[in-house]
C-alpha cells in the first residue's frame, strides 16, 4: 500500500547558486516533521549544490531528465550512473515539455524509465492530454497509451515507478483539473497499473498541473491522489510549505 504521499517540486530552467540557498533555508525553516516524502526536482547545472545544500534534510534530490543512453557520445546528455553519483533519488521523465519541445516519444520515455530503474533512481513517469485530446474525449486513450509503453518496457518492475498525471492543460496555464477530473484518469492509470502489476497498489500517482496552496487539498484527499509534482508553487516557499502540510 501506499504509505506517504509525495509532494516533488519541479523548478524547471529557474534558480541560481544564491536564490538556490535563499529557497531551501526557506523551505528549511518551515518544515516540522513532514508527514509526506518532499522531493525537489533541480537543473542539472545544480545538482552539486543542491546535493550538499539537502545533506541530512528530510528533502531528497531530485533531476528533470537523463539519457536514454548509457554512456558514450551523447553530448549534452547526463546519464543515469552520473545523476547517482550526485545522490539523485528521483527524476522527472517524460515531462509535456520534454515531450513537447524535444521530441521525446513514448518510446524514449519507456527507455529513460528503464535506464533509471536500473540504476536505483525512482522515475516519475509524467503522462497526460492536451486540451484537444480533452475536448475531443481522448483523454483515457492518450494516458493509457503513454502508459502503455513505459509498461511494456518496464512490466516487471513497474509498481516501482511514481507516475504523475499532468494535463498538459493545466500546466503553468493557472488553470487546475478538478479534484472530481483528476481523480477519474487516476482511476483509469490505477487499473491500467492493477492490469500489468499485482503490486500496483504501492504506486504513487501524483497530480500535477497548477496545483497550488488553495486547491492542493481537495486534490490530495482524493483516493487515488498520491501526491502532488508542483512547478511554480514550488519556488514560492510558503507555497511550497502550504502544499506540504495538505498533504499530511
Ligand atoms: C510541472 O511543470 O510539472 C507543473 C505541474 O507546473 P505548474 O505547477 O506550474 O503547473
Not at 29 to 34: F, R, T
Not at 59 to 65: H, K, N, V, Y
Not at 166 to 186: C, N
Amino acid at each position: 500500500m501506499r504509505t506517504r504521499k509525495l509532494i516533488a517540486g519541479n523548478w524547471k530552467m529557474n534558480g541560481g547558486l544564491i536564490a538556490n540557498v535563499a529557497l531551501l533555508k526557506a523551505i528549511h525553516a518551515g518544515l516540522h516533521n513532514p508527514s509526506c516524502d518532499i522531493a525537489v526536482c533541480v537543473p542539472s547545472a545544480f545538482l552539486a549544490q543542491c546535493q550538499t545544500l539537502l545533506a541530512s534534510s528530510p528533502i531528497e534530490l531530485g533531476a528533470q531528465d537523463l539519457s536514454q543512453h548509457e554512456a558514450g557520445a551523447y553530448t549534452g546528455e547526463i546519464s543515469a550512473q552520473m545523476l547517482k553519483e550526485f545522490g539523485v533519488r528521483y527524476v522527472i521523465v517524460g515531462h509535456s515539455e520534454r515531450r513537447q519541445y524535444h521530441a521525446e516519444s513514448d518510446a524514449s520515455v519507456a527507455s529513460k524509465v528503464q535506464r533509471a530503474l536500473a540504476n536505483g533512481i525512482t522515475p516519475i513517469v509524467c503522462v497526460g492530454e492536451s486540451l484537444a485530446e480533452r475536448e475531443s474525449g481522448q483523454t483515457d486513450e492518450v494516458v493509457k497509451r503513454q502508459l502503455a509503453a513505459v509498461i511494456h518496457l518496464n512490466g516487471h518492475c513497474i509498481s516501482e515507478i511514481v507516475l504523475a498525471y499532468e494535463p498538459i492543460w493545466a500546466i503553468g496555464t493557472g488553470k487546475t483539473a478538478s479534484p472530481e477530473q483528476a481523480q477519474a484518469v487516476h482511476a483509469v492509470l490505477r487499473g491500467q497499473l492493477k492490469a500489468a502489476s499485482d503490486h500496483a497498489e504501492r504506486v504513487r500517482i501524483l497530480y500535477g498541473g497548477s496545483m497550488n496552496a488553495a486547491n492542493a487539498a481537495t486534490l490530495l484527499a482524493q483516493p487515488d491522489i498520491d501526491g502532488g509534482l508542483i512547478g511554480g508553487a514550488s519556488l514560492k516557499p510558503q507555497d511550497f510549505l502550504a502544499i506540504i502540510d495538505s498533504a499530511a
